[in-house]
């Protein structure tokens, strides 16, 4: 079955820098979550997107910014990247339907040097 | 807001069950998922429960939940060192509400 696709997997950034993360929801999900895991925590979420309109934010910085597009995959925008930046970014998608759970993409992990 | 709670550590010998507990502060919850996250990977959906249902279960796995005491469990049956992870407890007001984490239970195989 396919799953939420994300790219890249690793990315190596220094201070300062830019970076995009994408991820490609399963066919047919229409809500698009970000999350964010440090090491050794646990997930918190950054942002949602619910047919390409912002549904819910969450601890998400200022310098970071996300959309969804109209093939409903979504960016998630880092500009001034910061050491404490490294992490675990997560995407996970979800059918705006009775009894359907959110899936999770296997992360990209950010190393901000 | 949500609020989940659960251990840090859990060992357990190899064949035996595995109980992993979480609690929760919001009793509007209406979905509690399990996920499971090996080192270095990303969070596999294991199983979720509905807070309408009591029990859950699926192959080797058992989720009880006790509305009352806002308490949510993993059970996991003849444990394999296959399912050492991280696992996590979350829950969410409605299904496309963001969905909160526990701060995950380390499970240890012992031989």
């Known amino acids: 079955a396919a799953g939420v696709i994300q790219s890249p997997r690793h990315l190596i950034k220094e201070k300062r820098e830019t970076a995009t993360l994408k991820c490609y929801p399963i066919?047919?999900?229409?809500?698009v979550y970000w999350y964010q895991q440090g090491p050794g925590q646990d997930p918190q979420f950054l942002i949602s997107?619910?047919?390409?309109?912002?549904?819910d934010k969450g601890s998400i910085p200022d310098r970071f910014s996300a959309q969804q597009f109209s093939d409903y995959h979504s960016e998630l925008n880092m500009s001034s990247l910061e050491l404490g930046d490294s992490a675990l970014y997560f995407c996970?998608?979800?059918?705006?339907?009775?009894?359907?759970?959110?899936?999770f993409g296997n992360g990209t992990r950010l190393t901000v040097t | 807001g949500e609020d989940v709670e659960q251990s840090l550590f859990l060992s357990v010998r190899e064949g035996d069950s595995s109980v992993i507990n979480c609690t929760y502060t919001?009793?509007?919850?209406?979905?509690l998922y399990w996920y499971k996250q090996e080192p270095g990977a990303g969070l596999q959906l294991l199983t979720y429960?509905?807070?309408?249902?009591d029990m859950k279960q699926d192959q080797r796995l058992t989720v009880l939940l006790n509305k009352k005491d806002k308490h949510l469990s993993l059970r996991i049956a003849d444990t394999q060192t296959g399912d050492s992870a991280i696992y996590f407890c979350?829950?969410?007001?409605?299904?496309?509400?963001?969905?909160?984490f526990g701060k995950g239970t380390r499970l240890h195989i012992l031989p």
């Open positions: 996970a998608s979800s059918l705006d339907a009775y009894n359907s759970p959110l899936h």
């Open positions: 066919p047919r999900h229409d809500t």
């Open positions: 997107f619910y047919e390409k309109m912002q549904s």
């Open positions: 919001d009793s509007s919850s209406t979905y």
């Open positions: 429960i509905f807070s309408n249902m």
């Open positions: 979350a829950g969410a007001q409605n299904r496309d509400d963001k969905i909160i």
